[in-house]
Structure formats: C-alpha cells, structure tokens
C-alpha cells in the first residue's frame, strides 16, 4: 500500500518529544506513572520517540540513597511499570535509571519499546567538580568490559557503543548519552553521528545558576551542527531537591544548529514537546559534504565499535499527520525583520564587495548597464552605485542606458528615467525600435511588412539588440557590462541567450532569487539609503507586474511604441514560469538539498496552503496568497521541466557572479555542475505520484 502523502512519515520527516515530569526524590513509583503519562501524549501526538531526564525515575539529587537498596529495588519496580506500559504504545522512550552491575553502580539511559528493553547506555563522564559529586556514587561506563546484562528477566545489550534503528524507518538511528557527556571536548556523539546516528539524545539533570540556560543552546546547538545531526536535550525540573541546587526543566530539540523547539523554563508541572525531525536533509548534507566521510574513515575504529539494536515500531501510516514544524514561505527571506535587515546588509555587501574586486583587478573605473525600470536592473545598479561609493569615484562612472523596445511601457520607462535620476548616475537613453526593425528585415521578417508576428524571434531580437549596445558601449567608453539577470530567471531558464540579458561582463545578482531581490530593494527603499524620492521610486518598481515587456498588446496599430503605454503589459512573466514565490520555492530545496519532488510539494503544501498558518515577512505588505496542491503540482511541474531538461545549457555558460547563500548559486563553478542535455523523465514520474488534491 502507498503511503499517505500528508502523513510526515512518508517524507522522511519523524516526529520527537522531550519530556521534563514532575518528580518526587527518592519516589520512583510515582515517577514512573508520570513518566509513562507524558509517554502517552507523546505517543497520542505521533511520536516515535520520547526522552526522559538523567535519573528521572529517583530524581536526580538523591545523593547517598544511591546507596540504599529499599531505593533501587523501588528503581527497578518502576522500570518494571513503564516497561510494562511500553507495550501499548507506539514509541521508544529513554528514561533514566540507577543499575547495579558486579557490585557497581551506573547512571544509566534505558531504551524501551514495545514491552521489552532495547539497550542500556551507561554515562561516560562523570562530573566530580564544583556542586556535583557524581563518583562518590557512580562508576563511569568504561569500568565494566560487560557488553550484556541480564535486567528484568530480558538479555540486554549494555554499553555506550549502541545505536538504535527502528525499521521500516532507515534514516532515524539515534544514540544517547548522558548529561556531562555532552559538555567534554569530544561527546561520545561525536563518533556516534560518524557511525550513522542522526539523531542525538541528552538525558540530563543539569541544575540551573545564572547563564547557564544560553550556553546550553551554545552547547546543543553547536553539537547538533557540527555532527550534521538532530539533537535531543532533556532537563530536571520541579521535584528535584533545592538543598544546594536550583533546576528549571529546559528542554531542547536542535537540528543542525537550528532550534525546532524549547520549553518553558520554571514550570510547575510536568511538560512535553515536540518537533519534526527532517531526516532526509540530515542524510543529504552529509552525503553533500564529503568531508563528513573523511572524518568517518579517520576515526575508523571509534566508528567499528558501535553496535546497533533494530527494533520494529508501528509507524502511525494510517491518517493524516502534517507537519506541526514551521516551514517558511520564502526559504531565501526571513520573517524576522531585524534577521532581514541582517540578510540584506550581508547580501549587499557580498555583491558590492565582489563587484567592488573585479573592477580593480580588471583595470576599470567605469560599468555599463541596461535600465528597464524593473526590479532586477533597479537592485543591480543599487549595488553599482554603492562600488563607486566604496571606491571612492563619482557616481558618474555608472553609465546607465534605458532602451525602449516595441512593447515598453509608460511607467516602467518613466521609472528608469526617475531611478537613474535618483541615483545620479550617467543616464542616457537609446531607442532600439530602429535597429530592430532594420534586423527583422535582414531577415525577412513578417513584422519587418507591418504583420502582427510576435514570435521568439521578435522577442530575441530585442533582447539581443540591447545586450549588443552594452557591450559596444563598454567598448566605447572602457568599462565593463554588469548583468542583471537573478538566480530564479536562470533556473527557469527564463533570459535570452549568448547576446541577450544571459551575457555580461560580471553579474551582480546571479545567486540571488527574485523573492530576495525584491525585499533588498524594499530594504533599500525603507531606510532611504538613495534619499525620499529615490525610495519613492523603488516602491513603484516594487508594485510594477514582472513582465520581459518584448510583445504588445495586439491593437492593430502595428510597430507603434505606445501599443502598451497604459495598463497591464501584454506579457506578464508569471503567467508563463509560474508565481515567484513559489518557484523560488522549488527552487530552494530541489538545489540545495536534492529533495524529490513528493517531498517538495508536501513541504510546499505545508507552508503555502493556508494564508493564515504561520509567519509572514515582517513589513513591505506582500501579497498572501495560498495555493492548493494542485496549484503547487502544476507549478512544480513547470519548475521540473525548465530546470531538468530545457535550460542547463544556459546555466553551463553563465558569467561570473558571486555566491552570496546557502540555497546555491548555478555556476558551473559553483554549486551546480549538470549535464545540458540531460532528461527530467524520472523527475516527472515522481510528480506524478503526488495527489491532484
């Protein structure tokens, strides 16, 4: 049976919990029943896994009770009861335990599902410094050679070196260690990531003084990035004894350095949460990065020892069950708009600094650039007048050129004369109609006899004619043509090309998608870096309707200039490629992490179905919109297409550009190295898997 397309489990996704319950000292009857409580939640909501505290069914801060047999036989009992409980619920749980073994005692993490116990992982460092005092009690895992013990009447494998599977889901092999585990400059995690663990979990007590809280994060976050792993970090809270310790409970789920979920610190009760572990972008960075293979073949023999425990569990395939994870609309924007404000400064000085390099090294002092009074040549020549601020040389060396074709229109004419203006660069204007009329009768063109012909080649013939004038015009006055053309019209395959907007001398925004454009010249416009008019001017460029303007409106009237002066163009580019949003979509996780389509149209379906779920951009008033999943097949489809099997020949050929994100630039050089004539037959065969509704 196929598996449910809006259930997260079909897409690689798994759904964790960390639990902080309320405990008693020295009570694990009652631990244990709020133990297998918040188990039930967990297992109600989906989950496949649940982690408890460090020592969670004595409490923590026992101190020499350890000792007292009454208490760890009462241990034993509750991990009787939650063993037992395990077997009604669907999930594995950690929860922590004292163990004896040869007349020694263990802080250990046992794993159970299904009514039986899985593995026991001891601690591996015990911290013997400053309020703790943990070898007064306990030994350290590496004091026994044991690799199985017998617990509960079950043959249990023991040790730190385990890792555990569950089948039916290859991608989710956890690991666990145990609070000061984590803190030492190697964790045992280290080599368990190295072994195939991708997800990581912490059972700790950790009691909380000033700043702790943040270097947790500091901690958590930076192991789960650096093992290219999700992270799992359990807390003591109320119950545990204040005699000499504070405790807040602060749980955390991370994921290569990214938070999915915290707690609430300080609560007076027992408490859960949850977040949705993307498995499949963990194991594609570190396919992606071969260094992470490096590291595996030189801890080779750390990497050898870990064992792993498979275990069946029955995944919750049979309903519904999208994803409770936030997924951003516009993966290149963030919603935050002080961490947009930061993306924007960084982008802009990337580009400057780039453009900034190549016209020292190259000798020149002047650029070159067509103005259409759009959005793409608007940033572009934001980020040239910027270079020349930076070099200290006048404004004047941008030499701006608007040209007028066949179908320009009022408006976006009148703006490349205002924005020039704004900026204070060189403008100057050429009317192409001239020189294109003349080609279309080089080559018997039915336009060149007054027909009504808008094909390709009357398009590209425009297009052409503009880029032959800026090269010839950089020719002319030694400098240097700066491209405009952005990171979603290349993946589109969506420019002219050789002599058309595909060529330059160095192009600005080549990693830069239209969606991040438009909220650079927002940005630029809101802190009035060109002055009052000038971001009156980029406001109007922003509310402008994309279009290449290369075809008017069918009037009658033949080659005059005016036949689209007033009103929507005749072409409007997102009618043709799709809506940028959603392309530049697409685009994001197809480049940057390979996903299949199924598993893009579901993340799409999770951010864009519902304009009312979730975070939009902060500011700049855009237009939210919501898209079934037959709009975003459809427009997946088109994306496939273009991408895969029409446009790579453009992309092997591009200027040069600089990579200014993550989410990929399509250089040859760079990100993207791809055959041009290549097939998208498997891409659309995966799409046609997905559901029309």
């Not at 496949?48 to 009462?74: I, K, M, N, W």
Request: aromatic share 8%.
């Amino acid at each position: 049976m196929d598996k449910p397309f809006f259930n997260l489990y079909s897409h690689d996704f798994a759904r964790v919990a960390v639990a902080s319950p309320r405990c008693k000292v020295a009570d694990p009857a009652f631990n244990a029943q709020q133990t297998i409580a918040l188990a039930r939640q967990a297992a109600g909501q989906g989950a496949v896994l649940v982690a408890f505290p460090e020592l969670g069914l004595s409490a923590y801060t026992c101190d020499d009770l350890f000792h007292q047999r009454a208490l760890l036989d009462a241990c034993l009992a509750a991990l009787a009861d939650v063993v037992a409980a395990s077997s009604e619920l669907p999930l594995a749980m950690i929860v922590g335990v004292p163990l004896r073994l040869n007349h020694t005692l263990f802080n250990c993490a046992v794993v159970v599902a299904g009514g039986r116990i899985l593995g026991v992982v001891p601690k591996s460092y015990l911290p013997n410094y400053g309020e703790f005092y943990e070898m007064r009690q306990f030994s350290p895992a590496d004091n026994t050679a044991v690799t199985r013990i017998g617990l509960l009447g079950q043959d249990v494998p023991f040790g730190p070196d385990q890792l555990f599977e569950v089948e039916g889901l290859p991608l989710f092999r956890f690991h666990v260690e145990i609070c000061e585990d984590v803190w030492v400059p190697v964790p045992p995690s280290s080599f368990a990531a190295l072994a195939g663990a991708t997800v990581l979990v912490n059972l700790s007590a950790s009691n909380i003084v000033v700043g702790k809280s943040g270097y947790r994060h500091q901690l958590v976050g930076q192991q789960s990035a650096r093992c290219v792993a999700a992270y799992l970090y359990t807390s003591a809270g109320l119950g545990e004894s204040t005699t000499d310790m504070g405790w807040d409970g602060q749980s955390l789920i991370y994921e290569k350095g990214d938070m999915l979920a915290e707690s609430q610190r300080f609560l007076q009760d027992s408490h859960i949460i949850f977040a949705d572990v993307d498995l499949e972008r963990l194991a594609q960075d570190r396919m992606h990065a071969t260094t992470f293979a490096q590291s595996v073949r030189r801890h080779a023999d750390e990497v050898a020892r870990f064992r792993i425990q498979r275990f069946p569990l029955a995944l919750p395939l049979d309903r519904d069950l999208p994803l409770q994870r936030l997924v951003e609309r516009f993966p290149y924007v963030p919603a935050s708009s002080a961490r947009r404000d930061e993306r924007c400064t960084e982008v802009y000085n990337i580009q400057v600094q780039a453009l900034l390099q190549r016209l020292q090294s190259s000798g020149h002092e002047k650029v070159v650039i067509g103005i259409s009074g759009g959005l793409d040549s608007t940033h572009a020549l934001l980020v040239c007048a910027k270079a020349m601020d930076r070099l200290g040389l006048p404004r004047t060396n941008i030499l701006a050129y608007t040209m007028p074709g066949f179908a320009t229109s009022e408006r976006t004419l009148r703006q490349a004369r205002d924005l020039m203006a704004a900026v204070g660069c060189t403008a100057r204007e050429i009317d192409i109609r001239p020189s294109c009329i003349q080609m279309l009768k080089d080559l018997g063109h039915p336009y060149a006899e007054g027909k009504e012909e808008y094909d390709v080649t009357f398009e590209n013939v425009q297009a052409g004619e503009r880029t032959s004038h800026l090269f010839r015009l950089a020719n002319h006055n030694h400098a240097i043509v700066i491209g405009t053309g952005d990171l979603s019209e290349l993946a589109l395959g969506w420019c002219t090309y050789g002599v058309g907007d595909h060529m330059s001398h160095y192009n600005v925004n080549a990693s830069v998608p239209k969606t991040l454009i438009s909220h650079l010249v927002r940005w630029v416009a809101d802190t009035k870096q060109i002055g009052d008019t000038g971001s009156d001017v980029l406001i109007q460029v922003l509310e402008t309707e994309i279009s290449p303007e290369l075809v008017p409106a069918k009037t009658g009237t033949g080659k005059e200039a005016g036949d689209t002066a007033a009103g929507k163009p005749a072409q409007v580019t997102e009618n043709f490629i799709g809506p940028y949003e959603l392309q530049d979509f697409n685009l994001y996780y197809i480049l940057r992490y390979g996903f299949a389509p199924t598993k893009v149209a579901f993340l799409a379906w999770s951010a864009w179905r519902d304009r009312d779920l979730g975070p939009w951009p902060e500011g700049g008033n855009p237009a939210r919109n919501q898209y079934d999943l037959a709009a975003i097949k459809k427009n997946l489809g088109i994306f496939l297409w273009r991408f895969f099997k029409t446009s790579q020949f453009k992309r092997s050929c591009v200027p040069n550009g600089p990579k200014v994100g993550n989410g990929g630039s399509l250089s040859p050089r760079g990100d993207w190295r791809a055959p041009s004539d290549s097939e998208a037959t498997v891409w659309m065969e995966q799409l046609a898997r997905i559901p029309d509704n």
